[in-house]
Nanobody, 125 residues
Framework: AVQLVESGGGSVQAGGSLRLSCTVS??????VGWFRQAPGKEREGVAA????????YYADSVKGRFAISHDNAQNTIYLQMNSLKPEDTAMYSC????????????????????WGQGTQVTVSS
């Protein structure tokens, strides 16, 4: 069975940092994305990585603050989040997809077939 398990969420003050982890098992993915959803808001893609070539993609709202990376040996994708803001507060989920080609919009949730349960990030001012 395919499993995506996130960890690393928590509560932090504005300006602080967190590192989220997403471990994927049972699936040979080529893209992994991190998404977030705050109460009352639509889900937003924040970062994605094309693991075969290492290309990374970021939403404008997190560019320069968040960094996505991949540990191939551990099948784990990390999201390093620095300079956190209260508006970063949300449930963060990772998602995985496999393709022989490439996606023009890897921050689009419709790209992804498999999803994790999510980990909560709360940033206080």
């Amino acid at each position: 069975a395919v499993q995506l398990v996130e960890s690393g969420g928590g509560s932090v003050q504005a300006g602080g940092s967190l590192r989220l982890s997403c471990t994927v098992s049972g699936y040979a993915y080529t893209y992994v994305g991190w998404f977030r959803q705050a109460p009352g808001k639509e889900r937003e893609g924040v970062a994605a990585i094309r693991t075969t070539v290492g290309d990374t993609y970021y939403a404008d709202s997190v560019k320069g603050r968040f960094a996505i990376s991949h540990d191939n040996a551990q099948n784990t994708i990390y999201l390093q989040m620095n300079s956190l803001k209260p508006e970063d507060t949300a449930m963060y989920s990772c998602a995985a997809q496999r393709t022989t080609g490439w996606y023009a919009a890897p921050l689009n949730e419709d790209v992804y077939r498999f999803w994790g349960q999510g980990t909560q990030v709360t940033v206080s001012s």
